[in-house]
């Protein structure tokens, strides 16, 4: 129920960019980074190689993304939850925090 309230809050920040003229990306595939935390991860799929470098498998399906953060990662054993708000940004929520963090395309792919 805490995760449908999130994304309610969250689904402000999805209506600014939509109106604001931003087109929707075909998929959340890809390379991602963090400003914030300067972290990156990438998608393919339903695998994730994330920020640690672990290789997880993970519900997909084109515009989300969700995965239980394995043993060594930031978040270790919380549910973290992205969708996808345009080809360039995305939201990356972890269980129990209230606000999801913007996620960028990295600039240069990752290795």
């Given at each position: 129920?805490?995760?449908?309230?999130?994304?309610?809050?969250?689904?402000?920040?999805?209506?600014?960019?939509?109106?604001?003229?931003?087109?929707?990306?075909?998929?959340?595939?890809?390379?991602?980074?963090?400003?914030?935390?300067?972290?990156?991860?990438?998608?393919?799929?339903?695998?994730?190689?994330?920020p640690?470098?672990?290789?997880?498998?993970?519900?997909?399906?084109?515009?989300?993304?969700?995965?239980?953060?394995?043993?060594?990662?930031?978040?270790?054993?919380?549910?973290?939850?992205?969708?996808?708000?345009?080809?360039?940004?995305?939201?990356?929520?972890?269980d129990?925090?209230?606000?999801?963090e913007?996620?960028?395309?990295?600039?240069?792919?990752?290795?």
């Amino acid at each position: 129920m805490r995760t449908k309230t999130v994304w309610t809050a969250a689904a402000a920040v999805l209506l600014a960019v939509a109106t604001s003229g931003a087109a929707w990306a075909d998929a959340i595939d890809g390379d991602w980074c963090s400003s914030k935390s300067r972290r990156q991860l990438n998608i393919q799929g339903r695998v994730i190689i994330t920020p640690a470098g672990e290789r997880v498998d993970g519900r997909y399906d084109r515009h989300n993304f969700d995965y239980l953060a394995p043993t060594g990662e930031l978040e270790a054993g919380r549910h973290i939850w992205m969708r996808l708000v345009n080809e360039t940004m995305m939201l990356f929520l972890v269980d129990g925090e209230t606000t999801p963090e913007v996620w960028n395309r990295c600039a240069k792919p990752i290795a």
